[in-house]
């Protein structure tokens, strides 16, 4: 089946410095696909869309400029938490979508855990 | 922002006792969808249902959609102690945006 490969699986940065975070579709094609953050024993937010060959579309309340989300070819959309901080400690998650017949199929990263000191 | 809200928010049973998970959710679904989560990792589908659809099967599991209500049910029967994870469901609206409810914490009781 479809899989999606994100990377790093684990992470722990500086406070002030900058993190990227890779999502690849390993045998497909996505033109979309989602970030999504997690706080311990919450549900998934929606941070944004990552869009191939043009900008992100932000949720209401992400700030575009520390979460910098690039989709440079079909199977690769890169968020990078620019200038970390504790706060920004959470799971990150990102899925990639598939056309299909009958609609499309999203497909998960198995998730980012960033922890900023 | 978040749509969908779990009822319950945590759920500890038996093992060998059925559980049940429900779902309402807010706008227009082109499906939804159950998602299991163990501590600490990714996702992993479980099921989908379609809009057009009112129930479904697989294995242990059956959900249920009614869109009338906006709502939808994930039932685990015989359960297990490897069934202890939290249950996520989403919506898929037109834009293919999925947006995941609150959340159940299952656990199951040895």
């Known amino acids: 089946g479809a899989v999606v490969s994100q990377h790093p699986s684990r992470v722990i940065c500086k406070s002030g410095t900058s993190v990227k975070i890779e999502c690849r579709s390993l045998?497909?094609?996505?033109?979309?696909m989602f970030w999504y953050r997690q706080f311990p024993k919450k549900s998934l937010m929606l941070m944004a869309t990552?869009?191939?060959?043009?900008?992100?579309?932000?949720e209401q309340g992400v700030e575009k400029d520390k979460f910098l989300i690039n989709h440079a070819s079909l199977t690769l959309s890169t968020l990078t938490v620019t200038s970390a901080h504790p706060e920004d400690s959470s799971f990150y998650i990102c899925?990639?979508?598939?056309?299909?017949?009958?609609?499309?199929?999203?497909?998960f990263g198995q998730g980012t855990r960033l922890t900023v000191v | 922002s978040q749509q969908g809200e779990e009822d319950p928010q945590a759920l500890s049973i038996q093992e060998g006792e059925n559980a049940t998970m429900n779902c309402s959710y807010k706008?227009?679904?082109?499906?939804l969808q159950w998602y299991r989560q163990n501590s600490g990792r990714g996702l992993v589908h479980l099921i989908l249902?379609?809009?057009?659809?009112r129930e479904k099967h697989s294995g242990r599991l059956r959900v249920t959609l009614d869109t009338s209500k906006k709502s939808s049910s994930l039932l685990i029967t015989a359960s297990r102690a490897a069934d202890t994870a939290s249950y996520f469901c989403?919506?898929?609206?037109?834009?293919?945006?999925?947006?995941f409810g609150k959340g159940t914490r299952l656990h199951i009781l040895p």
């Open positions: 899925s990639a979508h598939r056309l299909r017949v009958r609609g499309t199929e999203a497909f």
């Open positions: 045998d497909f094609q996505a033109t979309t």
């Open positions: 990552s869009n191939e060959g043009s900008k992100a579309t932000y």
């Open positions: 706008t227009s679904i082109n499906n």
């Open positions: 249902i379609r809009s057009n659809e």
């Open positions: 989403a919506t898929v609206d037109r834009d293919d945006k999925i947006i």
